[in-house]
């Protein structure tokens, strides 16, 4: 599943990737900081939307009833409902607090209308997670995808400025939803159930509560930084964050999506359950520790040579800080997916509290008295504790710390070094990047043949298979 999710969607991905380079050279920082204020306080909101209904569906070890997932859809429903309603009411506020535009507000309604469009996905989504779909899956969100970044690079282009986005969502969010239904159809009922709504939540709740302190760690922080930092502030720790992530947006989105129901179907069989989880945190942090030392390399190079980004400079300090995070979160993520799956809620819940009050603590703090770089230098101390959830997941699935984890790294330390090296002997222009890019790579694979021989390519083959060889 991690295969087919991975290969099937890199190459979009990549058009995601060339989406973004385009929209940072068409738009400015403070348009950007718009857009992500606007998306974290309906990002923040949303998570009012759900009680955790969707991921006890999806953890339930038995066949799932109708009433359960008809009285999921009613709650979900009605949540979102109100929660529009509670944010219309909150746009006076709002627009003063952050001397938002108009067309800052109607990009507000459109992220909000995006959220009702999503929820209306929930159960069709639920369905082929549980199956174990993900052929299927990655479909309406391969759509999403292509159509939200040739809208949103199209109409930047042709100077739309913030409405460029708002258009890309609302595109984004009617493809998804009729993608969704045509795949996977499923007619809702107004049908509710008091049982099976108390069963699920005993699973929900915990997992939401997870899920709010996520919320009030991230866009909630954002949502406050807005205020100290300004939209220009906001848009260059956006721009950091957005180059800093997307080797994880890349590669682990995928496999989370298919771990935890896989985890939850395995959560018996400690055995397998340690391999899987060995294979797919090797499998992330092989691709994404070397993507995200690599950008820290070429980053400032891009800032010289392309034209009209000379204005992110100042986000590449950022950038490097912020990366630290992707480091750790390359593994992490997965480990705090591993305990949810297995029933250990409370365990990611301690954590996620710890986390929170951190990221409260240091960001804001640093973020007063040294701005941009104070936050990003904030998120990199947060990061550095994520090693406290590696020792509390491997006391209970004792997978390899070595294989997963530790020769990945070295082998993407050797590859920067090499190529932090030769960047002092090459002049500024995108043959250097060119050459830092394929001298990068070939020494990373170097020395991950030297770490894991015939290992590597035999995971390389079997994974080659998955992508390119349709089974019957």
Same mark, same amino acid.
């Given at each position: @599943? ?8 890199? #190459? ?19 348009? =950007? @900081?718009?857009? !992500? ?15 955790? $209904? ?29 929660? $529009? ?36 996905? +929930?159960?069709?989504?639920? $369905? ?14 391969? $759509? ?20 460029? *986005? ?7 969010? =009617? ?56 939209? /220009? ?9 957005? !180059? ?6 890349? =590669? ?30 090797? #499998? ?64 990611? #819940?301690?954590?996620?509290?710890? !986390? ?9 703090? *640093? ?42 790294? #070295? ?31 070939? +020494? ?8 894991? /021989? ?9 994974? +080659? ?8």
């Amino acid at each position: @599943g991690v295969a087919v999710l991975t290969g099937r969607t890199f #190459f979009l991905n990549i058009l995601s990737l060339v989406a973004v380079g385009f929209l940072t050279v068409f738009l400015e920082p403070n348009e =950007f @900081g718009v857009f !992500w204020i606007v998306s974290a306080i309906v990002n923040f909101l949303a998570y009012f939307s759900d009680v955790g $209904l969707a991921a006890a569906l999806i953890q339930k070890k038995e066949k799932l009833a109708e009433d359960e997932l008809s009285t999921t859809f009613v709650v979900q429903q009605c949540l979102v409902v109100t929660i $529009l309603l509670f944010l219309y009411l909150l746009t006076p506020f709002l627009k003063s607090y952050y001397n938002l535009s108009d067309e800052g507000l109607m990009l507000l309604f459109a992220l909000a209308f995006s959220l009702l469009l999503s929820s209306l996905k +929930t159960i069709p989504s639920v $369905l082929m997670e549980r199956d174990l779909e993900f052929g299927k899956l990655v479909i309406p969100q391969v $759509l999403e995808n292509l159509v939200y970044n040739l809208v949103a690079v199209f109409l930047a282009w042709k100077g739309y400025g913030i409405k460029s *986005f708002t258009y890309a969502v609302l595109a984004r969010g =009617f493809i998804g939803l009729f993608a969704i239904y045509i795949l996977k159809p499923w007619f809702p009922k107004l049908a509710f159930s008091k049982k099976a709504l108390k069963k699920l939540l005993s699973f929900g709740i915990p997992y939401q509560a997870n899920t709010f302190l996520a919320t009030i760690k991230d866009d909630g922080l954002i949502v406050y930084l807005g205020g100290v930092l300004g939209a /220009g502030g906001i848009g260059l720790l956006g721009w950091a964050q957005k !180059w800093a992530y997307m080797p994880l947006r890349l =590669f682990m989105d995928h496999v989370l999506k298919v771990t935890f129901p896989a985890f939850s179907r395995m959560q018996d069989d400690k055995e397998h359950l340690e391999k899987a989880i060995t294979q797919s945190i090797f #499998f992330v942090c092989f691709l994404v520790f070397p993507s995200v030392l690599g950008f820290i390399i070429i980053a400032p190079f891009l800032t010289k040579i392309i034209p009209r980004y000379e204005k992110w400079e100042p986000a590449l300090l950022p950038l490097a800080l912020i990366s630290i995070n992707t480091l750790f979160a390359a593994s992490t993520t997965q480990l705090t997916n591993l305990l949810n799956s297995i029933g250990k809620i409370k365990v990611t #819940f301690k954590l996620m509290i710890m !986390w929170t009050a951190l990221t409260w603590l240091f960001v804001p703090l *640093f973020a007063k008295k040294y701005g941009v770089n104070g936050a990003a230098f904030g998120y990199m101390l947060v990061g550095l504790t994520s090693v406290i959830a590696i020792y509390i997941s491997y006391k209970y699935v004792k997978f390899s710390l070595t294989d997963s984890i530790f020769k990945p790294l #070295f082998a993407s330390a050797v590859m920067f070094s090499v190529t932090i090296a030769l960047r002092n002997f090459l002049s500024t222009d995108i043959a250097a990047i060119v050459i830092l890019v394929v001298v990068g790579a070939l +020494t990373y694979l170097a020395f991950s043949y030297f770490i894991y /021989g015939s290992k590597l390519t035999e995971n390389v083959r079997k994974i +080659t298979n998955e992508i390119f060889v349709k089974k019957n």
